[in-house]
């Protein structure tokens, strides 16, 4: 099969190296023999550190489109356009389209897929979702037998090494974002990781493919963890709890909620101790009961990985129709199928505020476990929904203190 | 496509359920509708839970055989024969066989696969291994593209049962292992999960698949968790492990060594929060790194799930060769690879024992830690090969006193 390439990041790189340098073993399996025909570039001139040959390089993807030998694409692309109009041409043009764009992927879902059977081509995109753990194929497989009805998901390396660092090492926020920025870990805008985009783009997809219903980004409540502190990480250490920045999503009949936040689990879940660049993916099936995925989120060799693995499904299924409909009509109802026990650091902006603030805790729990250090209030409260305590926090910042919130999540 | 299912015990009854009650959702994906034509059972009379009619029924296994309208076999027997030899007459009869038997399946893969090939028709076994866990799917997709050269399971419920419940209520081993029996956990003769071989089989199955050679119980070493105690859990707790029992392998260019032993975990490692009934399984490949796999390891329907799993891919992929080969040579090094720091504890029979022990352990390694309570000294030596202790314990049982150990996996 004739392939082109999109792309010569750091994915495309992993792709060619796995594919042309032989660097992995899917030839000895593959019941067809894979050439890549064309790299699209933006410069056809800049070096590069892998030696791609002169006359595969193009910068035109018209080419690409035209080339009737080439039956694949493969994007290797970040951005949002014009990734969806190649897309789009490329399954018209009766090309099989692989990618690892969850941007695209998490907004266009439905229309690609449908594009994509209605050209009889495949759509493939497992890089888009959690690196190199192979979650899509593993949905799409427990689809087939079971209902699944939640899913949890650590899925954001960055966020996950500034939580994992702050609490391991008892450091600031900042100062830890700061590092991962140095390490190339953080972007120079970080907000994509840690007030959840990244994430949440993810489990519109995982949760779209689960439920049978478009779900996208928007569709997604998302807080951040900008406001963790030192001292949060402390008293989670103290209450045996881990933060983690979870992505959940629950389906119920004809509705579904899907947040982004951060969470508190017992240090005795298996989700604690995933650290640094991991990502962990858990499913819940009506027949299978729990299963959960662990391994590489993101990087080169992980991500081409998985690209390879989808290029490999269409050689050894062609002709073959895969079955996903997302046209169920389900409601978002938003946050409210989240309850549970909520953690709250709320900071006073001075002492006589103290009364008021513990008034307006009191109205909504019963508290179970308090303490008072400083200027600051550490409350656990009883099992609350998520409604009553986002009230709460809007209340509380209004009153002119502030107040971060985290569920427990047992 | 008419199928036989072999068995009416808890897998066949949740493989039934599955398929003719609808139970699974399986059938809106499947490309063809099932049909169970022949049930195979010791007793045509007997009572049973689920209303089989009476004409699917039937004793004589030629029976199914000489029907040429089934295509599919579906084993969910437990035992070596007959069952053994009906898989081989089935595929010799060009039907498909699905099992959940890893007696057979590790005892006779080559010569399975072989038969398989021959015939051309699909062998697989994926609820042989880790219940509903889709380990030998993945095993087999990371196998196109990587060199897999590691791998680590917990893949025995009752063992680990016993363990989490001697770690998290501080009790010995005879009395939570009565209390599994009386629950029904554990077989009244235990040996097959305590002593290794159920997961020492588990083991064969993956590594044989892993490595390319077939690997058969006998050539895996084998300790068991009878002397583990209340005492040693103590101290596991105050040092930050946790036991579990682990089935380990790994391969190095033309070797192998696979292990099932009690080893200690740090309390941050995922396997440690692995408890009771669930099953997780690392594979290390070559490009993709570490992938974990985690869910439940036995019960009706996670391992039905499987075995429908399986069916629902004979009729997905027919006319497909899997291109399983098992004939690598490997040499087996038995524990050569498996090097580590060591946990001890060791019984003295009396007070002038103590310095003649102290003597034997320093000779093979410079303690880094040591604990002597009563008439137990409780060591952790610095980094050791698995035969230097070997040896060690069987200096130390046979100067009368006795010996725990256990390697710690980092």
Do not use: W
Not at 66 to 90: L, Q, S, V
Not at 277 to 304: C, D, M, P, R, W
Not at 391 to 406: T, V
Request: hydrophobic share 40%.
């Amino acid at each position: 099969m004739k392939i082109a390439l999109l792309g010569m990041g750091t994915v495309g790189t992993g792709v060619y190296e796995i594919i042309n340098e032989e660097k992995g073993n899917y030839f000895a399996n593959a019941q067809e023999k894979v050439n890549i025909k064309k790299v699209l570039v933006r410069d056809k001139k800049k070096k590069r550190k892998l030696d791609v040959p002169d006359d595969m390089l193009t910068d035109s993807f018209d080419e690409i489109l035209n080339d009737e030998e080439i039956e694949t694409i493969i994007f290797a692309m970040g951005g949002m356009e014009p990734e969806y109009t190649y897309m789009k041409e490329a399954m018209k043009s009766k090309k099989h389209v692989i990618t690892a764009n969850k941007a695209v992927v998490s907004e266009y879902l439905d229309t690609l897929l449908n594009l994509a059977e209605q050209n009889d081509v495949m759509f493939l995109f497992e890089a888009s979702v959690g690196g190199g753990i192979p979650i899509i194929t593993s949905l799409k497989e427990t689809l087939k037998i079971n209902r699944i009805d939640e899913i949890k998901g650590i899925l954001n390396g960055t966020s996950n090494f500034i939580l994992s660092k702050m609490s391991s090492e008892g450091r600031d926020f900042s100062q830890v974002l700061k590092e991962a920025q140095d390490l190339g870990f953080a972007e120079a805008d970080p907000s994509a990781d840690i007030d959840g985009f990244d994430v949440s783009r993810k489990l519109a997809i995982l949760s779209s493919l689960a439920f049978g219903c478009h779900i996208k980004d928007e569709d997604i409540y998302k807080r951040g963890i900008r406001e963790v502190s030192k001292s949060d990480m402390e008293m989670f250490d103290n209450l045996g709890y881990v933060l983690k920045y979870l992505a959940h999503s629950k389906m119920e009949s004809d509705n579904y909620c899907a947040t982004v936040e951060p969470v508190l689990l017992s240090s005795k879940n298996i989700m604690s101790n995933v650290n640094e660049e991991f990502n962990i993916v858990s499913i819940h099936g009506n027949i299978i009961g729990e299963l959960q995925f662990y391994g590489k989120g993101a990087g080169k060799n992980a991500t081409a990985n998985a690209v390879v693995g989808d290029l490999l499904y269409i050689i050894n299924n062609e002709n073959k129709k895969e079955d996903i409909s997302l046209d169920r009509i389900m409601e978002n109802r938003k946050l409210d199928a989240f309850k549970g026990k909520y953690y709250m650091r709320i900071d006073i902006k001075n002492h006589e505020e103290f009364k008021n603030i513990i008034d307006m805790v009191d109205e909504i729990s019963k508290v179970k476990k308090m303490m008072v250090e400083k200027s600051q209030i550490f409350v656990v409260t009883e099992e609350l929904s998520a409604y009553t305590v986002n009230d709460l926090a809007q209340k509380i910042n209004e009153s002119g203190n502030s107040l971060f919130y985290a569920r427990i999540v047992e």
